[in-house]
């Protein structure tokens, strides 16, 4: 095994970084609050069904939060996870579509169909519409439900919407990245539409106005038009800390010592986040829902290591099977929680929010058999043992398959080149190209994107396609055991074999050009009828967009993501 490490850096130095505890910073530039809501406050007894707000992130890495021992100031979310549980065996999906369709569903990729990529805007594909979802099931326990931020489960059909899917109201975007401000999203040279909507409408006059302060208030706006005597359930997917890297110029400034720009613009849309966070826990307070309140804050999938975010000390990034990809950040602050201030090491799957929360809400789960998820309220709020033994991560047979698996390397029961990953107890079992696997630390290099990923590499994986970790006793994967432990690699391949038989057929459509924003009046949106097939033939242009073309900063971007992800994975492992 050879390491490699840049001059001028330390390992066990990085490596030591201790979990920092921020002070309660003053108040918050978003909204001005006058009383704090965090004053002493007994909790109630259990009496009535709990207001739920969900909070998750968008591509923050698992060392981006102040408690991880980040550089970017997290207040807020130090001082809830503190006075609540932070669960540090947490997973959710390297990427945006899988973790937001399992939260939704309550079930794995392979049961839904989209064990691949994720939905992109142009094609007809959403959330499967036989899938009774987290909002609907809260529905019927007599909640409200209100969503608010980036959906990211299809929209080629109004029927994939999320209010037909359960939310009473919906304010966000349905594509997967826009503009912070302008709310422009372009899915390639030319084809670029604006993107937030409300309810079923495009939402054109509340451009301008900065995202994580939109939906900040919002969420206040909710509150304060509903009674607290009526349960209510508040998903808020911020876009944050996605890129495009943008934020107020004051959250800027706070990092102005930090030399690697990408990562000061990326501290800044954190910061910024952690005080939306703030004002929503604020407004909880104020408006008399906090005292029989959950908040649950999740990650999205790991952080984007180019983009300015940190995993460190894990093991790869999003879109990646390593630990840096999967092991996410989260936590539960609840007056209602009767074990508080303390870690939970449970193991805990972003599936399981759905029967933990329909159960809370006293909600019947009789009638959706076949859920992946476990109610683990018993383990957060009491400490017991987390009824979940294992994790499917994801089995996908249309990503590339790896050059040297093989079903002999399976032991004739799984062909190693597919792209998959498993873990049961402590073991996780890694097969096909599980995506670009260094160690990359914190970025404070300011030849950004230059050679800081360089700090450490093992090059003894360049003709493999299956790995063994003991997760519990290796948290950073350092040491591969599938050659020491074939009995273990044999039995987690049997358990893929298993799962495989009950997956059901990838769907991942050909984009279509009738989804072009420019038939929709220049906006992402619904585009086929209910009566629609999924194919569409057709030769006509692209009508005039309601609005004049807008350069597309995005594509030149994503271009040149492109572009240095060919650069990356040409020299992973």
């Not at 994720?118 to 609907?136: F, G, K, S, Y």
């Not at 059909?157 to 422009?184: M, R």
């Not at 495009?244 to 000061?264: C, H, T």
């Amino acid at each position: 095994m050879a390491v490699y490490a840049l001059t001028g850096f330390s390992l066990v130095s990085l490596l030591s970084f201790g979990y920092l505890s921020w002070d309660w910073m003053k108040p918050s530039l978003v909204a001005d609050v006058a009383t704090d809501p965090m004053e002493k406050s007994l909790p109630p007894a259990f009496a009535r069904p709990p207001h739920i707000i969900f909070i998750l992130t968008d591509d923050q890495g698992y060392h981006d939060v102040g408690y991880h021992g980040s550089d970017i100031q997290t207040p807020t979310l130090d001082r809830l996870a503190a006075e609540g549980v932070k669960l540090e065996n947490y997973y959710i999906q390297p990427i945006c579509t899988p973790s937001r369709s399992q939260l939704i569903t309550g079930r794995y990729q392979i049961h839904t169909g989209l064990q691949h990529s994720i939905i992109r805007p142009r094609q007809p594909n959403c959330l499967p519409l036989d899938q009774v979802t987290l909002p609907q099931k809260l529905q019927e326990a007599g909640y409200s439900t209100h969503m608010v931020g980036k959906w990211h489960l299809g929209f080629y059909k109004k029927e994939c919407l999320p209010t037909p899917l359960g939310f009473d109201t919906f304010l966000g975007s349905l594509t997967g990245n826009v503009d912070y401000y302008t709310y422009d999203n372009c899915d390639g040279p030319g084809v670029c539409g604006y993107d937030l909507h409300e309810g079923e409408d495009v939402a054109w006059d509340q451009s301008g106005k900065y995202s994580t302060f939109l939906y900040a208030q919002r969420v206040s706006k909710i509150l304060a038009s509903h009674s607290p005597k009526e349960p209510i359930f508040i998903y808020v997917a911020f876009q944050a800390v996605h890129t495009p890297l943008q934020s107020p110029k004051e959250y800027i400034y706070r990092y102005r010592s930090m030399g690697n720009v990408a990562r000061r613009k990326y501290a800044a849309m954190v910061t910024c986040m952690d005080e939306a966070v703030k004002n929503i826990t604020w407004a909880l307070k104020k408006y008399g829902y906090y005292d029989n309140s959950v908040i649950v804050f999740s990650t999205d999938n790991g952080g984007q290591t180019f983009s300015g975010g940190s995993n460190w000390p894990l093991r790869g990034r999003k879109g990646t099977y390593w630990e840096g990809g999967v092991r996410g950040i989260g936590f539960v602050h609840s007056p209602l929680i009767k074990r508080k201030r303390r870690t939970s090491w449970a193991l805990v799957h972003i599936t399981d929010w759905y029967p933990t929360l329909v159960s809370l809400a006293r909600g019947n789960l009789s009638n959706v058999p076949g859920l992946d998820g476990y109610d683990v309220w018993p383990a957060i709020s009491e400490g017991k043992e987390s009824p979940r033994t294992e994790i499917l991560h994801n089995i996908d047979p249309l990503y590339n398959h790896a050059k040297y698996g093989s079903l002999e390397d399976g032991f004739g029961i799984w062909n190693t080149a597919v792209q998959a990953s498993i873990r049961v107890g402590e073991w996780k079992l890694l097969t096909g190209d599980p995506g670009y696997s260094d160690w990359i630390p914190p970025q404070t290099l300011t030849n950004f994107p230059g050679s800081w990923w360089n700090l450490e590499r093992l090059t003894d994986g360049l003709r493999k396609s299956v790995w063994l970790f003991n997760i519990t006793a290796d948290p950073y994967e350092r040491y591969d055991l599938s050659e020491q432990r074939p009995d273990v690699v044999r039995t987690l391949l049997t358990r893929l074999v298993q799962y495989n038989r009950t997956a059901i057929p990838v769907r991942y459509p050909a984009e279509n050009p009738r989804a072009h924003p420019d038939f929709n009046g220049g906006a992402w949106g619904p585009w086929a009828s209910e009566d629609d097939g999924e194919e569409w033939e057709g030769s006509r242009e692209p009508l005039k967009s309601r609005n004049k073309k807008k350069k597309c900063k995005i594509c030149k971007l994503r271009s040149f993501f492109r572009k240095l992800n060919t650069r990356l994975m040409s020299n992973r492992i």
